[in-house]
C-alpha cells in the first residue's frame, strides 16, 4: 500500500485492470484473481523491493564448498540476503525504481526457481505457505484496491512517505504510515 500510494500512476493503472474486469462479475472471487495479470506484477514488485523474510531462514553449511575463492567450512551459518538480491543492479535495471511493469512478458515468479526474486526462499526448506501465502495477498490487496479509494493524509506528500525499514526477522517500515481512504 505504501508503494501504491507513493506511485499514483500505478494505483491508477491496477486499480483499472481491477475495476473493468469486477463491473462485469460484482464481485471479486479466487478464480478472477488470474484475470488480473497487472496486479500479480505489483505484488511482484513490492515483494523484490520489500522481501517479507529479507535474509530468509539461516542455513547450516553440511560440508565443505567453495565460492568465488572462499573455502566455506561445514557448521558455518548462511544467510542469503534476499534484500540485497532485489537491488542488485547487475539483475534488475534501475532497481531503486518501483516499476511492475519491468515483470511484463517475464517468466520470473516467486516460487523458488528464479533465484533473483525469493521471497519464499527455495529448496527443502522453502516456505510451505507458497500458494496459501500469495493467494491470500493478491485476494486481500485486491479487495483493499477494488472498494476503497486511497489518499495521503491532507497536507502530506508523495515524499513525505517514509520508506525507512526497521531490522528484524521480517520486514516492515520503521514508523507506520497512515492513509485514508474513501469506498469506491
Ligand atoms: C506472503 C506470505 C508468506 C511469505 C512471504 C513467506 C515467506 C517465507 C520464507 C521466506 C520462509 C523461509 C524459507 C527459506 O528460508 O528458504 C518461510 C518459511 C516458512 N513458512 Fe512462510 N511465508 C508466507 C506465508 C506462509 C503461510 C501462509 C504459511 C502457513 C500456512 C507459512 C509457513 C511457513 C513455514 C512452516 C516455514 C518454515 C519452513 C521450514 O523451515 O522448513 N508461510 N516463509
Known amino acids: 500500500m505504501a508503494e501504491l500510494v507513493r506511485n499514483p500512476r500505478v494505483m491508477k493503472k491496477v486499480q483499472s485492470e481491477i475495476r473493468n474486469h469486477v463491473k462485469h462479475k460484482g464481485s471479486i472471487t ?7 495479470p497487472y496486479l500479480k506484477m505489483v505484488i511482484k514488485e513490492t515483494w523484490r523491493l520489500h522481501p517479507v523474510a529479507p535474509l530468509l531462514l539461516p542455513r547450516e553449511v553440511i560440508s565443505e564448498f567453495q565460492i568465488n575463492g572462499y573455502t566455506i567450512q561445514p557448521k558455518t551459518h548462511l544467510h542469503v540476503n534476499v534484500w540485497a538480491i532485489g537491488r542488485d543492479p547487475d539483475t534488475w535495471k534501475d532497481p531503486e525504481i518501483f516499476l511492475p511493469e519491468r515483470f511484463m512478458d517475464s517468466n520470473i515468479d516467486a516460487k ?15 516456505c510451505p505457505g507458497v500458494y496459501m501465502g500469495t493467494s491470500m495477498v493478491e485476494f486481500c490487496l485486491a479487495n483493499m484496491l ?8 491532507e497536507g502530506m506528500s508523495v515524499e513525505d512517505v517514509d520508506m525507512e525499514e526497521a531490522p528484524g526477522l521480517t520486514d516492515h517500515e520503521e514508523w507506520t504510515s497512515s492513509c485514508s481512504y474513501e469506498v469506491f
Do not use: A, M, V
Not at 30 to 36: A, G, P, T, V
Not at 112 to 126: C, D, M, P, V, W
Open 30 to 36: 479466487f478464480d478472477s484473481i488470474d484475470q488480473l
Open 146 to 153: 477494488y472498494h476503497f479509494d486511497w489518499k495521503l493524509p
Open 112 to 126: 523458488g526457481q528464479n533465484f533473483e526474486l525469493l521471497t519464499f526462499g527455495s529448496g527443502r526448506r522453502i
